[in-house]
Structure formats: structure tokens, C-alpha cells
T-cell receptor, first 109, second 115 residues
């Protein structure tokens, strides 16, 4: 079955420290992968998409097909990065997004 | 640009009752998807509507049904409510249904409690 696993429920780091939010998926084909973010008292919103190969708010994510991973990284965390982060998988066009359970990132000074 | 709006924000029902949740899509979007998010879980796909037709369905029983109207707003109906239906129900709109690049715009959700 297609699945997204985010092994950490909570990740706590200090401001300025590097951040890596882990995401592993189970799917044998070439999926499309996304990171969605929910800041406090805001709605869930798209952070970045694998297909766009973009860097948003200093975050990047690289698809590693060998390890079936799509980890989200930022070299220097900021307090405003504190939020809930969801990794999501779309196995192929015409299928729905499959979300992981999410990781709460807490950045403290 | 008007974002996705959902109503009501909170709802309390008893087991066996029926409920209707409403969603207005973002301006210019013709597709609405509904997700159920239980406590501590990620959103789970219920179904999607595109141009008033169901365009995909997740692993939910038939008592979960929906509608999309000509203005692309949508309703989610749940019959014979069960305790496990207690969750946050999210609506999301887009302009490219189920495409690989589909970008979802979410509403704030309706928190449903079934007692």
C-alpha cells in the first residue's frame, strides 16, 4: 500500500541550528512529492513541490528514489519556522494526495 | 482573490444524526476536495468534485456523500454519524484536478464532534 511516514512527531531545535524533517514513502513508481505547512492559527498551505525544484523560505527538499525519501531541510532555523509540517505523496496523475501524520517543528531562541 | 471558506467552524452532533458541511472554493477554482483529519493524523482524502461530478473517492463508506454546485461551491454530507466521524473536515480547492502538479488551497476546516 502507498504510504507516507514521518518518523518524528516533534522536532525541537535552537534558532540558527540546521533542520531536517524526515519523510519516507512507499511507492515503486515515480511519485510527485510535496511538503505542506500549517503555522499556528493559520490554514494548511503548500510549502514546496518536488516538481518545481524550488527553495521556499530557505527550505529545500530532494527526492531520493533509492531511499524513497523526501526530507525537508533548512541550514539555519528561524523561530518563525515553528509549525506543523506534512509530507504528501501523489503516486501518479489522477490519484489523490496521501499525507503523512505530520511533524511539529519547534524552534526556540 | 477570495480564499476557501468553510462553514460552520464547529459542530456538535449525536450518533445517528446527519450533518452537512459547506465549502466555497477559491475564486477561479473549479475543483473541490474534501479531507478528514482525525486527531494526531494527517488529512485523509474523502473525495473530489470537478465540474459538479465526483472525480475520485478515497476509502470512505457511501454514507459520506457530496455535491458540487454550478458556482463550484460544495457540500459534504455524512449520514448515520458514528463516534469515529469526530474529526476536522478540510475542504481544498484547485484548478487542476488530480494532476501531478495540483496545488491545493485549504480552508480552515469544520471541527465535527459526535457524541
Amino acid at each position: 500500500a502507498q504510504r507516507v511516514t514521518q518518523p518524528e512527531k516533534l522536532l525541537s531545535v535552537f534558532k540558527g541550528a540546521p533542520v531536517e524533517l524526515k519523510c519516507n514513502y512507499s511507492y515503486s513508481g515515480s511519485p510527485e512529492l510535496f511538503w505542506y505547512v500549517q503555522y499556528s492559527r493559520q490554514r494548511l498551505q503548500l510549502l514546496l513541490r518536488h516538481i518545481s525544484r524550488e527553495s521556499i523560505k530557505g527550505f529545500t527538499a530532494d527526492l531520493n528514489k533509492g531511499e524513497t525519501s523526501f526530507h525537508l531541510k533548512k541550514p539555519f532555523a528561524q523561530e518563525e519556522d515553528s509549525a506543523m509540517y506534512y509530507c504528501a505523496l501523489r503516486p501518479q496523475a489522477g490519484t489523490a494526495l496521501i499525507f503523512g501524520k505530520g511533524t511539529t517543528l519547534s524552534v526556540s531562541s | 482573490e477570495t480564499g476557501v471558506t468553510q462553514s460552520p467552524t464547529h459542530l456538535i452532533k449525536t450518533r445517528g444524526q446527519q450533518v452537512t458541511l459547506r465549502c466555497s472554493s477559491q475564486s477561479g477554482h473549479n475543483t473541490v476536495s474534501w479531507y478528514q483529519q482525525a486527531l494526531g493524523q494527517g488529512p485523509q482524502f474523502i473525495f473530489q468534485y470537478y465540474r459538479e461530478e465526483e472525480n475520485g473517492r478515497g476509502n470512505f463508506p457511501p454514507r459520506f456523500s457530496g455535491l458540487q454546485f454550478p458556482n463550484y461551491s460544495s457540500e459534504l454530507n455524512v449520514n448515520a454519524l458514528e463516534l469515529d466521524d469526530s474529526a476536522l473536515y478540510l475542504c481544498a480547492s484547485s484548478d487542476s484536478p488530480l494532476s501531478r502538479e495540483e496545488k491545493l488551497f485549504f480552508g480552515s476546516g469544520t471541527q465535527l464532534s459526535v457524541l
